[in-house]
């Protein structure tokens, strides 16, 4: 009676291992890399849609638009709504009081607010997320948006 394995044995567990091993190690990637990323896609993405919400019901009730820099200023009535941007961060200010934060790491928004006859009529928003993978930043779920304040007439 022999112990142990032949070496025929060996090579055929080894080749066996190396055909199991290949699609492992891609799913370990998946898991371990890609996974974690796209949940912070997701998170940057679910928190500028948050806050494209707050701005389309705001300039929609909006009696007057101005731009001021960085700055997006409505008034309605006698409230003033001011929403700052900054590179990875949108804060939303009422009268100098209530204030949200949006923090939207690997997020970007353009802005513009469209005019007739030197006065706010809408704004028109770009957004994207933009994750650097190996150094590269890649634009990825872009959409744009356009909210007219007040009533249409």
């Not at 940057?44 to 997006?72: E, M, P, W, Y």
């Not at 690997?106 to 006859?117: A, D, H, L, M, N």
Request: glycine share 6%; net charge positive; hydrophobic share 40%.
């Amino acid at each position: 009676m022999k112990k142990g394995y032949s070496l025929t044995e060996m090579l055929v567990v080894l080749a066996i291992l190396a055909v199991i091993a290949l699609p492992l190690s891609r799913l370990s990637k998946t898991v371990i890399y890609d996974i974690p990323r796209s949940l912070k896609l997701y998170e940057s993405n679910t928190s500028i849609l948050n806050f494209v919400q707050f701005v389309r019901r705001d300039i929609n009730s909006a009696d007057k638009l101005l731009k001021d820099g960085n700055q997006l200023l409505l008034e309605r009535g006698d409230k003033k709504i001011k929403y700052v941007f900054e590179e990875d961060e949108i804060t939303r200010n009422i009268s100098g009081k209530d204030e949200i934060k949006w923090e939207i790491p690997q997020g970007k928004i353009e802005w513009k607010v469209w005019e007739e006859k030197g006065k706010g009529i809408a704004v028109e928003i770009r957004k994207w997320v933009e994750p650097k993978k190996h150094g590269r930043a890649d634009k990825r779920i872009e959409n744009s948006y356009v909210f007219f304040a007040g009533e249409i007439e």
